[in-house]
């Protein structure tokens, strides 16, 4: 079974800048393609951004574009999302998760398995 655990949300003032980090275990990394969706008080979960499984492509929501980088370690089974510039909007639970099919994909039905998230907060 596949597991993935979040780290490295918190409180940061608009306009600062988090690291989050997902490590997995239980599978092979290396051949799930991997997302990060988020999801705040009364809206639906979003997709953030996504990778491939080699972490040569990915693709990111408009609403972060510029401003937050998704990478990837295969060789220590960890993707990682790097967010500057945070808005208050970005105030939210972040989740990652692993498509088994290996193609990036910004739908979150695609996703096999999912951390139990880390919350970010941003203060205006």
């Known amino acids: 079974q596949v597991q993935l655990v979040e780290s490295g949300g918190g409180l940061v003032q608009a306009g600062g800048s988090l690291r989050l980090s997902c490590a997995a275990s239980?599978?092979?990394?290396?051949?799930?393609?991997m997302g990060w969706f988020r999801q705040a008080p009364g809206k639906e979960r979003e997709i953030v951004c996504a990778?491939?499984?080699?972490?040569?492509?990915?693709c990111y929501a408009d609403s972060v574009k510029g401003r937050f980088t998704i990478s990837r370690d295969n060789a220590k089974n960890e993707v990682y999302l790097q967010m500057n510039s945070l808005k208050s909007d970005d105030t939210a639970v972040y989740y990652c998760?692993?498509?088994?099919?290996?193609?990036?994909?910004?739908?979150?039905?695609?996703?096999?398995?999912w951390g139990q998230g880390t919350q970010v907060t941003v203060s205006s």
């Open positions: 998760a692993a498509d088994r099919t290996m193609n990036l994909s910004s739908n979150r039905a695609r996703y096999d398995y």
């Open positions: 990778i491939s499984y080699t972490g040569g492509r990915t």
């Open positions: 239980g599978g092979t990394f290396s051949h799930f393609a």
